[in-house]
């Protein structure tokens, strides 16, 4: 973090790819422990819930990396201004033993304390739909 809690770009590099990496890591309390208090998880995928604040998003977290198993993110392009964060994704994963590849964007915004506020996540979960049948 920079002087007086003025995030700069480094230091809002480093709190997404360590989000990225606990994800990775199937790691549910480190995930929880990157997101603010009131932080704002919101999907734009119709098979995705959105979440508001980290204990409700903590509690949702189990569930989600059990039915996403094997869940991966790798990192395509990170690009940050500020305390601003656009991720280009590919994400893999196993539901009922099927493997799924869908390409997807987060978008975060990291608040003063080095903490993510708000992601929204942009994902085609038709694509998914339509792997998980074949």
Known sequence: MGR????????TRAVVVGYLEALNAHDADRV????ADDFVNEHTAVLAHSRRGR???RAALDGFLSEFAELRYELEELIVDGANAA????MSFR???KPVRVRGVF???VDGEGL???RVDYWDSGEVTRQLAL
């Open 4 to 11: 007086g809690g003025v995030l700069t770009a480094s230091s």
């Open 32 to 35: 929880a422990a990157c997101v």
């Open 55 to 57: 204990a409700e998003y």
């Open 87 to 90: 991720v280009a994704y590919r």
């Open 95 to 97: 539901r009922g033993g």
């Open 107 to 109: 978008r975060f915004r």
């Open 116 to 118: 993510i506020a708000h």
